[in-house]
């Protein structure tokens, strides 16, 4: 009876192991589309924000690649080609302070966090402000490469960083949506 217990004990943990894994590194992601119109349903846009607007618009686009997840804001991440020039967007759009890029789950290989960040640190891409509060306390980031090569990712910005901790709102920061429970 005791080999039993064990031998239940163990593959019970397997089972419960190896469904956490699955529905944190594969459940729940779906394919993202491009679209021209912001406003459809399960489609998006890249955009910059604008250093003289302060509003995101709309950047040149080539071979997307995004997945997203219901369960997080934090879980969208993106790759993709601009033709625009790194000068050219740093003349125009808001540069982002601090980009930590978050990792992506393995099976979506154009996405790497690690090397990214090392490149961020080490001037080889430039990251800008996609959209600032995408949702309350998350902005869009987008780093760029010499060559055309962007990265999209979802960050935790300094307001919501204090406001998910469960303090109070700071000065400077947009109050946070009514939660309904």
Not at 19 to 32: D, R, S, W
Request: proline content about 9%.
């Amino acid at each position: 009876m005791g080999k039993f217990l064990v031998a239940f004990t163990l593959i019970s943990a397997l089972a419960a192991g190896a469904a956490i894994y699955y529905l944190q590194v594969y459940a729940f992601y779906e394919p993202v589309t491009l679209s021209d119109t912001p406003s459809m349903q399960g489609e998006t846009q890249i955009r910059l924000t604008s250093l003289t607007s302060g509003a995101p618009e709309p950047i040149l686009v080539d071979d997307f690649q995004g997945i997203d997840a219901d369960s997080s804001p934090l879980r969208f991440r993106a790759c993709f080609k601009t033709p625009n020039s790194i000068a050219m967007l740093s003349e125009t759009y808001v540069p982002y302070e601090n980009p930590v890029p978050l990792i992506a789950p393995d099976w979506f290989g154009c996405f790497d966090a690690k090397q990214l960040g090392q490149d961020l640190k080490n001037g080889l891409a430039v990251a800008f402000l996609g959209e600032e509060n995408i949702e309350y306390g998350i902005d869009r980031v987008i780093a760029v490469y010499d060559d055309g090569r962007a990265y999209v990712w979802h960050q935790i910005n300094e307001c919501g960083e204090v406001v998910f901790d469960g303090q109070p709102v700071p000065e400077g920061c947009p109050p946070p949506p009514e939660r309904s429970e």
